[in-house]
């Protein structure tokens, strides 16, 4: 497939602004259509990419060969399945939908209609950089925390959705496992209808124990990760982007300077833009890859209401 690809984005939003971006500058990719609920936000971004805005999902859909969808996660398997059921391939940003029966359905969907589906979990791409998942000895124990302050972002889910998938994503890819063998989780629930602040203990198959935190109650940003292996230990700051390590192993101290680490949103939709061109070729993060953090995330909440 050699010609421009027509994209659009759904959800112009703060996420939807930094999608656009990224088709509007990339040689590959025509930046056709922005789709919003709200015309006078749909206008605005549009407006600013010089392309149109739509408020009619069919119109929307007709105009565009690929699509970026950043709208709340609860419509992100309805806006998905009609994409995919013409043909459509789509980037999911996290997570892939709110339910396993809807996220299963989008994947036979792809499947189904030759389309591509991939997920927006873009803290992938950072470990990739930092030459993490290039570690051949596994950790004996993660633990991870994700926290942040009170935000209306996000909250039709709940943290564990919102923020915790992420680490759940990492945590699967790092041990190449689909699940825990072990698990148990708190939660409390404080301005939404859902979790606002989870903990969730579990153990895996080859013994590595995992400890996970996310909490959208906090004063402010707090994102690390620590990864215990035999020989010493990696620790991760999110926020300040920089890593220290304390293993045998080299990792790549100038991450940032690679493609990933100066942009992951930009390397993520480029791989996706690669695998609607090319079908021998795969996204960075797949659609099973994010099925897989959202069945895990899923299985922290149920844990989590199951100790209340």
């Known amino acids: 497939m050699s010609k421009q690809l027509k994209a659009g984005v759904i959800g112009a939003g703060v996420f ?24 006078v936000q ?48 789509v980037l999911v940003e996290k997570p892939l939908a709110t339910t396993t029966g809807d996220g299963e359905a989008l994947l036979r969907l792809a499947a189904e209609n030759k389309a591509v589906i991939a997920v927006g979990h873009q803290e992938r791409l950072i470990f990739e950089a930092m030459g993490l998942f290039d570690i051949p000895e596994r950790p004996k124990h993660i633990s991870a925390t994700r926290m942040g302050p009170k935000s209306e972002r996000g909250t039709d889910v709940s943290v564990t959705l919102d923020l915790l998938v992420h680490d759940a994503d990492l945590v699967l890819t790092l041990l190449g496992e689909s699940q825990p063998s072990n698990l148990s989780a708190k939660g409390r629930i404080s301005y939404s209808n859902f979790f606002d602040d989870v903990t969730a203990e579990m153990m895996f198959s080859k013994g590595t124990q995992v400890t996970l935190s996310a909490s959208r109650m906090h004063d402010g940003r707090d994102r690390h990760m620590s990864l215990i292996y035999e020989c010493g230990a990696v620790e991760i700051d999110f926020v300040a982007r920089t890593f220290s390590n304390r293993t045998q192993y080299d990792l790549n101290e100038d991450f940032l300077e690679t493609p990933a680490g100066k942009d992951s949103l930009g390397e993520n939709i480029r791989r996706f833009i690669e695998a609607v061109k090319d079908p021998q070729k795969s996204p960075a993060i797949s659609g099973e890859a994010g099925l897989q953090a959202l069945n895990l995330a899923l299985a922290i909440d149920a844990a989590a209401k199951n100790s209340n």
Do not use: W
């Open 42 to 89: 749909g206008q605005a971004l549009a407006k600013k990419h010089e392309c149109a805005a739509y408020t009619d999902f069919a119109a929307f859909m007709e105009v565009v060969d690929l699509v970026s969808l950043t709208s709340p996660a609860i419509f992100h398997a309805d806006q998905a399945a009609q994409l995919l059921s013409a043909g459509k391939s």
């Open 16 to 39: 939807g602004g930094y999608h656009a971006g990224k088709y509007s500058a990339h040689i590959d990719t025509e930046l056709t259509a922005i789709f919003d609920i709200d015309p």
